[in-house]
């Protein structure tokens, strides 16, 4: 959809001659909010950057993201890199599904439960201590927890 937008007419406000050493620089432009490119595409998406994600939380909940816990970092779900449903729905390792709305594949929403007792099994959820009905992910405490 985005790109759909950035390649319609009039083209001349967007065509860019590049050198090719410049080539690696302007897309990384992409994922870059301060860069008029990955500016105009969150706009354009309302999407945020996963890396902009500074916690387990709001990552977890973006489909178009997973949390890592060995770099305590958030980035792009390898179910984006399948551009077919076929090759979507066959990566049952990345719990990937194919969404017909966006024409994408997504990761399968992480402690999506409104019931709060299947919250409660799920061992990678828990329930909000604040609001005590929300399922979120479960933080690790790193004090008493592996």
């Given amino acids: 959809r985005t790109l759909l937008t950035v ?37 354009s998406d309302d999407g945020v950057a996963c890396t902009l994600y500074e916690s387990k939380y709001p990552c977890s909940k973006d489909a178009g993201c997973v949390w ?37 594949c997504r990761m399968v929403e992480t402690c999506n439960h409104i019931d709060t007792a299947e919250c409660e099994k799920d061992e990678k959820c828990e329930v909000d201590p604040a609001d005590k009905k929300t399922c979120i992910v479960k933080i690790c405490d790193h004090d008493n927890q592996q």
């Fill in 7 to 43: 390649l319609s007419d009039p083209r001349d406000e967007r065509l860019q001659s590049l050198q090719v050493d410049e080539v690696t620089s302007a897309l990384n432009g992409l994922c870059d909010l301060n860069h008029a490119w990955g500016k105009f595409i969150a706009d």
């Fill in 68 to 104: 890592s816990d060995r770099t305590l970092s958030c980035g792009d779900s390898p179910c984006l890199a399948h551009c077919s449903e076929l090759n979507c729905t066959a990566d049952v390792e990345n719990r990937c599904v194919w969404s017909d709305v966006l024409g994408a």
